[in-house]
């Protein structure tokens, strides 16, 4: 049985119906049937998240399995969905939590043969010129990030190499450079050091030796795509975040792998492939999750994929993915009982914590988020560039929460924390246009120079 007529002449409808979007449609007519999305959620079995994401067009509707489920809850012509009027094939069942423990159903994407293919081909992104990375120029870099990016993308010039040991020293030392906040002066130590690693590669011989070379490489390809998603620089990420995934497959070391692997699931995530970034973070946890018991490295890697399979989720809108994905890792944490900064993760109970404001926040649950903040001590986070995250994240949910005063406060925290951080991200930016406009500017002392530090053009 088909709708009452009248829905179909209500004037909601057949706008809706006359635009063609599918999710206008859904909420066109679950509406005009006096539904909520809880309804429709029962009826069909996806989250209320899911469904809100589908309505506003926040998530594709192109799975005709899921066009189907909603012809059916909803009782319309799957006509009106741009389907063929046949009989319904089955529908599978919503998923699951993600547990590392439940491996989630691969799709063509993430299969392993498949993701070597991807990886081999995703490098002319940047072209094939992209295997190196020409050195700067005798003259000062006024601009290393930009140096950097554009070196990124020109052809491989020779670099000088140098011992293991001090190439892994020199990537500490620019790891720890970064954990501190200095973005720009990362970009500066990555110019020299890729060109010194690739040649180091090219230079050393014996399967114990390129095999440290490689990690390095790897390693050194991770942090630059991770300086890459902090400027906002999305294609070089991704460029670079696939070189790390290549330079790790030639080691087999598990955590090196894990590592790349992880950056390469946020790379993955900020180009709208959430799904098969969280496969990949998911299936890299539970791979790892046997060697645990080698000590807190391994407990530390583990920890921070279960915390971005998180975060991962709930930007995806899977609010219950992501709060049990997020207790996992608050297990991992206790289990390691300390904050500590094994292997660059800064991964303990205070690490997840901050995870725990960025997923109530993405959920649009700003008075959860900013709780959450006020129960962590600021002083209890050893890396800068932690705590400039954290203000960041209790600026964006005063922002989200409509209460740009506190927005503004949350900010100045941030940048005395890490200029980089705020200078450099684009969400800040773009709240500080924002407060400008705002009618209660002239209550937040200093905006306008804030925003003139940071790049904001100011009327």
Known sequence: MRPNPAIWHSDAVLAAVNSGDAGAIIRAVRLAKHQTLADLAALCGYSVSTLSRLERGKQPLRDVAVLRSLV??????????????????????????????VIL????????????????GLTGLAGSAVCGIRPASASPITDPIRALEHALLTPPASGIPTGLAQLHEQLAAT???????????????????????????HEVSGDEAIVAADRHLSDLYTLTAE????????????????????????????LTHASASRTWAIVLRRAGRADTA?????????????????????????????????????????????????????????????????????????GVDLYRISIARVLGDSGTAVETARGIDPRA????????????????SFYQWDKPEQCYRALLRAEHASPDEVRYRKPIQHITMSLLRQPTAKSMPGIQAFARRNGVPVA
Request: glycine share 4%; proline share 6%; charged share 20%.
């Open 227 to 254: 300086l890459m998603v902090k400027i906002g620089n999305d294609p070089l990420a991704w460029t670079t975040a696939d070189r790390a995934m290549q330079a790790a497959h030639a080691t087999d070391d598990i």
């Open 175 to 201: 790891r720890e450079v970064f954990q501190q906040g200095r973005y720009t002066d990362v970009a500066t130590s990555l110019l020299r050091l890729l060109p010194t690693a690739h040649a180091t590669r």
């Open 105 to 120: 159903p691969r799709d063509e994407e993430i299969d392993p043969m498949r993701r070597r293919t991807l990886l081999a």
């Open 278 to 350: 969280q496969n990949l973070v998911v299936d890299t946890a539970a791979m790892l999750q046997p060697h645990l018991h080698r000590g807190p490295e391994h407990l530390s890697v583990y920890g921070s994929l279960l915390s971005t399979a998180a975060y991962t989720a709930a930007v995806d809108g899977h609010r219950e993915d992501a709060h049990t994905l997020i207790g996992e890792a608050v297990q991992a944490a206790n289990r390691l009982g300390v904050d500590a900064n094994h292997r660059f993760t800064a991964f303990g109970p205070t």
């Open 381 to 396: 986070i050893h890396q800068v560039e932690r705590l400039a995250r954290y203000w960041s994240d209790v600026a964006r």
């Open 72 to 101: 059916d809850a909803l009782d319309i012509p799957p006509s009106l969905l741009g389907l063929a009027d046949t009989p319904p094939r089955s529908v599978h069942s919503s998923r699951p939590a993600a547990m590392v423990t």
